[in-house]
């Protein structure tokens, strides 16, 4: 970040330069003004909707007006009637809510801010793989770029991937993508034979279920509670498997005291809020890092989110035809979500 004063304000000019080049406006606001009280601010005068996925930093998740999983995400985004919405969370999420929004400004605190799960299926690529399959219905995972939402029939999240999938009628022969762990589980659970793009989180994929396994021996009376992502060998040994929102719930729900999580870091400080008299044991991982943190959410900072929102850049722009294709499999999931009872 450039320690450039913010007074006077960059161009527009310098600010599209920025974005070009950075992928994000990379001004260092003076080291005076408070970042939180400035944020909530520009909230007010631009009447804009900060929305915070639970991998975020803590700071970032106490300054937004809602912190979700993809579908909570997805339903507020959808329902929403501010005039801007902030995504602090990954370019897919901050996509899906420019396609349910397409005359809203979308604005992303940094343009870099990928998946490399939803970058394992390129459109070209899928396209192809999908020509091997005729009559084949597509189920994508909300993690996926725009492009593949449109050639899908319908998207689902780990909240909803099981009964949604349940639901589709029987003779329908599905491909599933691109996360082949959550793809397994949902065949498992449904006892419907899916063909499976072969893509991983790299975060979830990393657990070492034989390290969590001995991590068991030491807490016996811990509970180990996992995201779909995670490879079948750490699923096989859970005690509870759910999306972010669902492991949150499951915790403050449990008699347990303790519990061993498989998910990404920033899960903990909801937890921790909820359940501040409870023990929370982060999964070990094959390495000895602190890897399961995403490094793609974790671009998000203050003050990319205060410069976004001040100079309403980088925004979320999508082609026409991409944006319609995109919404009716989206619309498809929160219409079945509702039917299916799983909407708040
Ligand atoms: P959920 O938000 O559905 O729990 O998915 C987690 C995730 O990997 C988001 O990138
Ligand atoms: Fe993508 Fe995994 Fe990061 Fe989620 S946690 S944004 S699936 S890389």
Redesign the pocket.
């Known amino acids: 970040m450039f320690n450039i004063s913010t007074s006077p304000p960059l161009s527009p000019e310098e600010v599209k330069h920025h974005i070009a080049e950075y992928g994000y406006v990379a001004v260092e606001p003076s080291s005076e003004i408070d970042l939180f009280s400035e944020i909530q601010k520009l909230k007010q005068q631009k009447n804009a909707l900060v929305l915070a996925?639970?991998?975020q930093e803590a700071d970032i998740q106490d300054l937004a007006d809602f912190v979700g999983?993809?579908?909570g995400l997805s339903q507020k985004a959808a329902e929403t009637d501010a005039d801007i919405i902030l995504f602090a969370g990954?370019h897919f999420m901050a996509e899906t809510a420019k396609i349910l929004n397409p005359e809203k400004k979308v604005l992303v605190p940094d343009l870099n801010a990928g998946?490399s799960?939803s970058d394992s299926c390129p459109p070209e690529a899928f396209a192809a793989f999908k020509e091997r399959y005729p009559g084949y219905k597509v189920v994508s995972y909300?993690?996926t770029s725009a492009h593949i939402k449109a050639m899908s029939d319908i998207i689902v999240?780990?909240?909803n991937a099981v009964p949604i999938v349940k639901a589709l009628p029987a003779d329908w022969k599905l491909i599933f993508a691109p996360d082949k762990n959550l793809g397994n589980y949902v065949m498992q659970k449904t006892g419907r034979e899916m063909v499976l793009w072969d893509g991983v989180?790299m975060?979830?994929a990393i657990f070492s279920f034989q390290k969590v396994r001995a991590l068991r021996m030491k807490y016996p009376e811990a509970e180990l509670i996992a995201?779909p992502?995670c490879e079948p060998a750490l699923l096989e040994q859970a005690d509870y498997i759910g999306?972010?929102?669902g492991l949150l719930n499951y915790v403050v729900r449990s008699p347990k005291r303790q519990f061993i999580v498989a998910t990404?870091a920033g899960i903990f400080h909801q937890m921790r809020k909820a359940v501040p008299e409870k023990e929370l044991i982060q999964a070990p991982t094959e390495y000895s890092c602190s890897c399961n943190t995403?490094p793609h959410?974790k671009l998000n900072t203050l003050v990319k989110i205060y410069n976004a929102l001040l100079y309403e850049m980088p925004e979320v722009t999508l082609p026409v035809d991409i944006l319609e294709a995109a919404r009716r499999p989206i619309q498809r999931m929160l219409e079945m979500s509702r039917e299916l009872g799983l909407l708040s």
């Open positions: 996925h639970y991998y999983d993809s579908l990954v998946c799960l909300i993690n999240t780990s909240s989180c975060v979830h995201h992502e999306s972010t929102t990404e995403c959410m």
